[in-house]
């Protein structure tokens, strides 16, 4: 367990309004990312932040836009939802490993549903 | 750019050993990561390899061979539990992870 916990974890709204996730890790993690996991297109990084206010694009990040203002917190919004962003949303960190390298490690996921 | 390869399902019996392959084609290397994802649930790390050679964790061991662009997986005694979708997924440059879409794995009695 990274301490990273994600909210809601569960969220339905409709198409046209703004969508604000929440990722939460209380580790002092520097690296955090957001994914997508979309049936057939597997986990796609949406954004990565690697410090307070530093952010950066991933393959998938139009329509989306991250903020970090603290260290502990990563927010993705969805400007004006579309039924092509429901999807399951990752959070996740990186971590060192004792062997040498670094890992992700995940949130549990939010589920979100765009009518 | 980058494309990542596995089957996308399999079938192995309870106590057998099953090998899940993955090719990759990318634009740097820093590392490749095997995942396993329960359904409904967050992935959770497996196995790191960055230089070739076989790496053994109990039951799970991972392969990398750079030159070929290659990885497996390789599960022995098969577990129920070890039915999950695995993932695998390589870093190639500032700390991201291209993620391959995944091989099903359904373990049968």
């Known amino acids: 367990d990274a301490g990273i916990t994600q909210s809601p974890r569960h969220k339905v709204t409709e198409t046209g309004t703004p969508v604000t996730l929440r990722c939460h890790q209380t580790e002092n993690h520097r690296y955090m990312y957001w994914y997508r996991q979309d049936p057939g297109h597997g986990l796609r990084l949406i954004h990565y932040?690697?410090?307070?206010?530093?952010?950066d694009k991933g393959e998938v990040s139009d329509g989306y836009s991250v903020s970090r203002s603290k260290t502990e917190d990563f927010l993705l919004t969805l400007e004006s939802a579309t039924s092509s962003q429901t999807s399951v949303y990752f959070c996740?960190?990186?971590?060192?490993?004792?062997?040498?390298?670094?890992?992700?490690?995940f949130g549990p996921g939010t589920r979100l549903t765009v009518l | 750019g980058q494309n990542i390869d596995q089957p996308t399902e399999m079938t192995a019996t309870e106590g057998a050993i099953v090998q899940i392959n993955c090719t990759y084609q990318?634009?740097?290397?820093?590392?490749l990561f095997w995942y396993q994802q329960h359904a409904g649930e967050a992935p959770t790390f497996l196995s790191y390899?960055?230089?070739?050679g076989l790496e053994e964790k109990g039951r799970f061991s991972s392969f990398l061979s750079r030159s070929k662009g290659y990885s497996y997986l390789l599960l022995k005694e098969l577990q129920m539990k070890d039915s999950a979708s695995y993932l695998c997924a390589v870093e190639n440059s500032g700390y991201a992870l291209n993620f391959g879409k995944g091989t099903s794995l359904l373990v049968t009695p």
């Open positions: 996740a960190i990186s971590e060192s490993l004792a062997g040498g390298g670094d890992t992700q490690y």
């Open positions: 990318t634009s740097g290397f820093n590392g």
């Open positions: 932040s690697y410090g307070v206010k530093d952010t």
């Open positions: 390899n960055v230089l070739d």
